[in-house]
């Protein structure tokens, strides 16, 4: 059977963003997996990533070049809009073709695909194994239905995903792109790629579960290390790959799995640096651990702090504390880990003194990069269920679902206030400005010397803030050369 499948996530960036942004060059791990299980079973498989397109028409001609006998197209609730839009599209142009949906916002909320006519078919949960078999009984003339539970698949059992299906699309419309995935921080070079090693999370964050537990179940699943370093080896071989990222929920969270990966990605001479996802309490509590992932090429770790007021971590549910979000920070500044900062402003009962207490953390941490979001409640979490029963949601298109911080999201926040408060998050302090120009000159001119943090150390320690800001003023644009005379 010809299968097409279509990645709809262009809310925000919109059609023809390839590379604009920090995840808009990046695969659909579920897309890419499920086109290798099919291609595994015959089926012929094809990509519309909806990012590569000029609009709609374009996707009009694509849908009519492919002429699919099915279209299968995954569904955050932030695709919601486009996924809907994608299925009106299909029916008109064939409506002889079996449509399916499938991913987090299907399996949370079936009932609003369950009332859409141009859907045939609904895949909750992991759709490896089902959707496979619905390929297989469509191709017989069996009857599939309309709900298609989901399985928990053996991970080691599961094909890699298909990284060409998303290069061979890209390229095909047009896009000059070498590396598989587009590299997104200058810590990664080209050629650059993502993997997943688990499904799961164990942690209880008030604003991602239960929905994580619906989709993976409750257990924490993951793969061997020795089926990574396989997928590794595999992608080395084909791709020549220089960086990596995990894709993972919280690759941290086993740390026995951590430590036996480290010692095969050793002993197997891979030394390209990668990011993973951690969380401060991990990072605090095993130090070790972080010291051996970093001599082994971790780069970066990206933290959900959230907040820094220890009421909003317990109201969330985090789980850690503001002193674990500033001890990670200093952890992780020892080992020379990047640290990329998720946090939330806007987040129910917050206070503006609570949002302050955020800022003067940020402040503290200096990450090298900021990731805020206004809180936005997302279906099939506790939090949004407490929005939902105290009529507090101003979501009334799912394009709002989006993480993006220029958008009123709750009742009873001040947003234009929240607004002053994020740009405040992101400015950093000069002294921070300056050791991070003296790391730069560091790394450009004296590395691996270590003659730039003793300055840094010595300016802190020995003379004045006021002369700490002459010479970051130095240090700065056309003043630069003016440094010796300090």
Known sequence: MRICLIYPGIVGKGFDSIGQGMDSGWISHGLAILSACAQAAGHEVSLIDLRALKGWEHFRREVVTRDPDVVAITMMSVDYNPGVQCLRIVREVNPDIVTMVGGPHPTIMPQELMDNPDVDHIFLGEGEETFVAALDALQRGDTVPRLVPG??????????????????????????????????????????????????????????????????????????????MTELRYLRDKYQFNSFMFHDDCLTEDRDWVLEFCRAYAEEGFTQPFFCQSRAD???????????????????????????????????????????????????????ITIWANYMLGIPTETKEEVMETISMLREIDPDYYSPAFYTPHPGSDLYDYCIANDLSLIVDHDSYRRNPDEAKIKGVDYEWLTWALKQSQRRL???????????????????GKVARKLWNFMTRSISPWMGRRAYEALDGSRRRRVHRL
């Not at 000069?430 to 691996?448: D, M």
Request: glycine share 6%.
């Open 151 to 228: 399985t928990h698949p053996d991970l080691n059992r599961v094909p890699y995903a298909d990284h060409d299906l998303f290069l061979n699309e890209w390229r095909r419309q047009g896009y000059d792109i070498t590396s598989p995935e587009v590299a997104f921080v200058p810590e990664l070079p080209s050629p650059f790629v993502t993997i997943i090693a688990g499904r799961g999370c164990r942690y209880n964050c008030s604003y991602c579960q239960p929905a994580e537990r619906n989709i993976f179940g409750r257990e924490v699943r993951r793969r061997s290390v020795q089926n990574v």
């Open 282 to 336: 991990i990072i605090v509590k095993n130090k070790d651990m972080v010291a051996e992932m970093a001599r082994v090429g971790l780069k970066g770790f990206f933290i959900g702090f959230e907040s820094g007021s220890d009421r909003v971590l317990r109201f969330i549910r985090k789980g850690t504390k503001r002193r674990q979000n500033i001890a990670a920070a200093r952890i992780c500044r020892e080992y020379d």
């Open 430 to 448: 000069w002294h921070n400005q300056l050791r991070r120009r003296l790391l730069e000159l560091q790394k450009r001119y004296l590395r691996p």
